[in-house]
């Protein structure tokens, strides 16, 4: 089992940036696969970024490519989400989650999640 509790969130400005914590209980956060997912009101959960268990491979979706950046510190159990370059439509409540096994970008493959941290840029 893991629990995985996120901080970091806040308001800021377009343009600004902020730096989610993912940070994870249990001994196997070290294996696990780990993502960021996003939900706005009214909208579906979507990816937003990925990261394999050693921190070697990552994946972002399109619309934060460039601008965001996954890593992972399994000696601390913590993930972190690099957010610069934001925009109005990065607002949402940011998740992180995480699973045993290979990385998904579909939000039902993942096993564990977080409560969410906000992100609200204003433009």
């Known amino acids: 089992q893991v629990q995985l509790v996120e901080s970091g969130g806040g308001l800021v400005q377009a343009g600004g940036s902020l730096r989610l914590s993912c940070a994870a209980s249990?001994?196997?956060?070290?294996?696990?696969?780990m993502a960021w997912f996003r939900q706005a009101p009214g909208k579906e959960r979507e990816f937003v970024a990925s990261i394999s268990w050693s921190g070697g491979s990552t994946s972002y979706a399109d619309s934060v490519k460039g601008r965001f950046t996954i890593s992972r510190d399994n000696a601390k159990n913590t993930m972190y989400l690099q957010m610069n370059s934001l925009k109005p439509e990065d607002t949402a409540l940011y998740y992180c989650?995480?699973?045993?096994?290979?990385?998904?970008?579909?939000?039902?493959?993942?096993?564990?999640w977080g409560q969410g941290t906000q992100v609200t840029v204003s433009s």
């Open positions: 989650a995480g699973r045993g096994g290979a990385r998904y970008t579909a939000p039902e493959k993942y096993d564990y």
């Open positions: 249990g001994r196997t956060f070290s294996s696990y696969s």
